[in-house]
């Protein structure tokens, strides 16, 4: 029997045209784009094309955009660059955000955990969705902050406004775009300072783009209204789901199970059973779930955005992450909860 994947919160396969708009760009548009030449300046041309095609997506304008090749690249340029101006200046941040986002912050002299007192408060780092519960999250608004949006789970899932924000980072990969694309977008007029030595992307990220990849990006970046209604269509299944699970024992709990949540995304606490073992029985039955954070999947620490919601070590130990694709059917999940269910007994 097919092995089935849920695990769409790590990554998704890219959408047929978008491997077929980077099968076509890796031959043909191939020329360095900061070359000044005719082919050079042909990739220059398609990395712009691409470039004002998202930001059209985004309603914002496309000198605000920076093509980077991943989120955690994107995350450190921005909180790395804001140092000077900000690191010594109180910060709010989530600590369920991702490790690429806490890590820079490590050099900040005062940061602080949301929800906190937002008095005196110069920089805020808010998930719009947590990866691995799945909870949606406002932006906290403090009058002359900055406000930094991590909207790489949403984009895809969830509709993602930029008007409560300053600036924000994108990922390709989760949302039906390549791997090796990401997007950093920012107010012009932010204090920041580049880090990166390099003449591409006006000065502000150094490295030669990858045409291919940006192109693919822009593609997926086209079918985004549809891939929203699809995942918005997997809650009953969410639900569904979740009420079988929830069934089995009274010492079961689904994490942020009343607050909003990403419709394709359930994060289960069985207590009484470890989550990596599940995990690794799953994929031995031919069901591809998670623990959690891909990055951190078969770690030794349990998750800290699990802790940060209040569970202990041991419960978050307990936990698994089901995340669907665009397009899961009722059957698939048929088969993932009698699955599941033979593992936990």
Same mark, same amino acid.
């Given at each position: 029997?097919?092995?089935?994947?849920?695990?769409?919160?790590?990554?998704?396969?890219?959408?047929?045209?978008?491997?077929?708009?980077?099968?076509?760009?890796?031959?043909?548009?191939?020329?360095?784009?900061?070359?000044?030449?005719?082919?050079?300046?042909?990739?220059?041309?398609?990395?712009?094309?691409?470039?004002?095609?998202?930001?059209?997506?985004?309603?914002?304008?496309?000198?605000?955009?920076?093509?980077?090749?991943?989120?955690?690249?994107?995350?450190?340029?921005?909180?790395?660059?804001?140092?000077?101006?900000?690191?010594?200046?109180?910060?709010?941040?989530?600590?369920?955000?991702?490790?690429?986002?806490?890590?820079?912050?490590?050099?900040?002299?005062?940061?602080?955990?949301?929800?906190?007192?937002?008095?005196?408060?110069?920089?805020?780092?808010?998930?719009?969705?947590?990866?691995?519960?799945?909870?949606?999250?406002?932006?906290?608004?403090?009058?002359?902050?900055?406000?930094?949006?991590?909207?790489?789970?949403?984009?895809?899932?969830?509709?993602?406004?930029?008007?409560?924000?300053?600036?924000?980072?994108?990922?390709?990969?989760?949302?039906?775009?390549?791997?090796?694309?990401?997007?950093?977008?920012?107010?012009?007029?932010?204090?920041?300072?580049?880090?990166?030595?390099?003449?591409?992307?006006?000065?502000?990220? /150094?490295? @030669?783009?990858?045409?291919? $990849? =940006?192109?693919? %990006?822009?593609?997926?970046?086209?079918?985004?209204?549809?891939? +929203?209604?699809?995942?918005?269509?997997?809650?009953?299944?969410?639900?569904?789901?979740?009420?079988?699970?929830?069934?089995?024992?009274?010492?079961?709990?689904?994490?942020?199970?009343?607050?909003?949540?990403?419709?394709?995304?359930?994060?289960?606490?069985?207590?009484?059973?470890?989550?990596?073992?599940?995990?690794?029985?799953?994929?031995?039955?031919?069901?591809?779930?998670?623990?959690?954070?891909?990055?951190?999947? /078969?770690? @030794?620490?349990?998750?800290? $955005? =699990?802790?940060? %919601?209040?569970?202990?070590?041991?419960?978050?130990?307990?936990? +698994?992450?089901?995340?669907?694709?665009?397009?899961?059917?009722?059957?698939?999940?048929?088969?993932?909860?009698?699955?599941?269910?033979?593992?936990?007994?």
């Amino acid at each position: 029997m097919d092995r089935l994947y849920f695990d769409a919160n790590a990554s998704v396969p890219p959408l047929p045209s978008v491997v077929e708009v980077m099968r076509t760009a890796q031959p043909s548009i191939w020329a360095n784009p900061t070359s000044t030449h005719r082919e050079g300046q042909a990739a220059r041309h398609a990395i712009e094309e691409a470039r004002r095609s998202i930001a059209l997506s985004l309603e914002a304008p496309p000198s605000q955009l920076i093509f980077c090749s991943t989120a955690t690249e994107a995350l450190h340029l921005l909180i790395r660059g804001l140092d000077p101006a900000f690191g010594f200046m109180p910060a709010a941040v989530n600590p369920g955000e991702h490790s690429a986002c806490l890590n820079p912050l490590k050099s900040w002299s005062n940061v602080r955990w949301l929800p906190c007192d937002l008095d005196g408060i110069a920089t805020i780092v808010q998930m719009a969705a947590n990866n691995e519960s799945g909870i949606l999250s406002e932006m906290p608004q403090v009058p002359g902050a900055i406000r930094i949006k991590d909207c790489c789970q949403a984009w895809g899932k969830v509709p993602v406004d930029l008007s409560d924000c300053d600036a924000a980072v994108f990922s390709g990969h989760k949302m039906g775009g390549p791997r090796g694309a990401a997007l950093l977008w920012m107010r012009p007029e932010l204090p920041w300072t580049p880090i990166m030595e390099g003449p591409q992307e006006r000065r502000r990220r /150094g490295g @030669t783009e990858d045409t291919a $990849a =940006i192109l693919g %990006l822009a593609e997926a970046v086209k079918h985004l209204p549809r891939r +929203i209604e699809e995942n918005a269509s997997l809650a009953p299944l969410r639900d569904a789901l979740e009420a079988e699970v929830m069934a089995w024992s009274s010492d079961y709990e689904i994490i942020g199970r009343d607050q909003a949540r990403l419709p394709n995304t359930s994060s289960l606490l069985l207590r009484g059973h470890n989550g990596e073992a599940i995990h690794m029985g799953m994929d031995l039955a031919g069901f591809a779930i998670s623990t959690g954070s891909a990055c951190h999947s /078969g770690a @030794t620490k349990p998750s800290h $955005a =699990i802790m940060a %919601l209040g569970y202990s070590e041991t419960e978050a130990r307990s936990v +698994i992450r089901i995340s669907m694709l665009p397009g899961t059917t009722e059957v698939e999940v048929h088969r993932l909860v009698e699955g599941l269910k033979k593992i936990v007994g």
